[in-house]
């Protein structure tokens, strides 16, 4: 399981971006939440992000990255997207915007640049936890090295 690359890595090592890979076991079919693949790997949840995908009034998307254990406050996530209101796609959608799948939506390697944001608690650790792009993979990363590869914000995004 863990000789695999994803397209995400792949992105990394041609960017030449230092990471350490985690994998976990999944069942086929089963969803796990983040918090739960933060004990699997053996980390903090404060230190591995979800990536969440929403869509404003004026139909343009844009992607949140915040802990896995907090939620998205839509009001915060709307203003600093400069949007009235957002509201999260529908989860059979994520694919059909991102190229990734409910639970293996990674920062990286979208299939299309999306305005970005990340929480502004990131700035505060050396390094942050995010999917690889695959359910049972993640990545962790500097949050500075992050934003040589993504274009993104630090803002406060949590309720």
């Known amino acids: 399981m863990s000789n695999l690359k994803t397209n995400a890595m792949r ?4 960017n030449k971006i230092d990471y350490k890979m ?3 076991e999944t069942k086929k079919g089963e969803h796990i939440d983040g918090v739960e693949v933060a004990q699997k790997i053996g980390k903090n949840a404060s230190q591995v992000y979800k990536t969440l995908v929403a869509q404003g009034i004026s ?5 949140y990255v915040i802990p896995v254990d907090k939620n998205l406050d839509l009001k915060k996530a709307a203003k600093v997207a400069n949007e009235k209101s957002v509201a999260m796609i529908n ?11 409910r639970g293996g939506c990674s920062p990286i390697g979208m299939k299309k640049i999306y305005k970005t944001f990340v ?3 990131a700035e ?10 695959k359910i049972g993979y993640q990545v962790e990363l500097a949050p500075n090295e992050l934003q040589m590869l993504i274009e993104f914000k630090f803002e406060d995004l949590i309720k």
Do not use: H, P, Q, R
Request: charged letters at 15%; glycine letters at 6%; proline letters at 0%.
């Open 11 to 14: 992105i990394l090592d041609s």
């Open 22 to 24: 985690y994998s976990y």
């Open 91 to 101: 989860v059979n959608d994520i694919n059909k915007f991102t190229g990734y799948v």
């Open 119 to 121: 929480n502004d608690t």
């Open 59 to 63: 139909k343009n998307i844009y992607v």
């Open 124 to 133: 505060l650790l050396d390094n942050i936890i995010i999917s690889a792009g």
